[in-house]
């Protein structure tokens, strides 16, 4: 059974940094493209970042250059590191695996204060 979670939300101020962490469980996480997606309060869900089993990434317009995503396939982890984060980063975090099927996390709460 495939399983993601989340860790490392939190409360920060605007200008901080939080790194994100999701261990995917089963045999999956080196074949799949990892992601990142966020959802704000009133808002779909959106894609933030990707990365693929080669280790090719891209991103969201409203994060390049402040968020970057990483995997340790050793660990079957994915990571991203949020630095100079704004208000509008304020979101619930979900990991997603893309392999033939779509998994996600349970998500974690990213508050960013003014």
């Known amino acids: 059974q495939v399983q993601l979670v989340e860790s490392g939300g939190g409360l920060v101020q605007a200008g901080g940094s939080l790194r994100l962490s999701c261990a995917v469980s089963?045999?999956?996480?080196?074949?799949?493209?990892m992601g990142w997606f966020r959802q704000a309060p009133g808002k779909q869900r959106e894609f933030v970042a990707r990365?693929?089993?080669?280790?090719?990434?891209n991103y969201a317009d409203s994060v390049k250059g402040r968020f970057t995503i990483s995997r340790d396939n050793a660990k079957n982890t994915v990571y991203m590191q949020m630095n100079s984060l704004k208000p509008e980063d304020t979101a619930v975090y979900y990991c997603?695996?893309?392999?033939?099927?779509?998994?996600w996390g349970q998500g974690t709460q990213v508050t960013v204060s003014s």
């Open positions: 997603n695996a893309n392999e033939r099927s779509v998994y």
């Open positions: 089963g045999s999956i996480f080196s074949s799949s493209t």
């Open positions: 990365i693929t089993r080669a280790g090719s990434t």
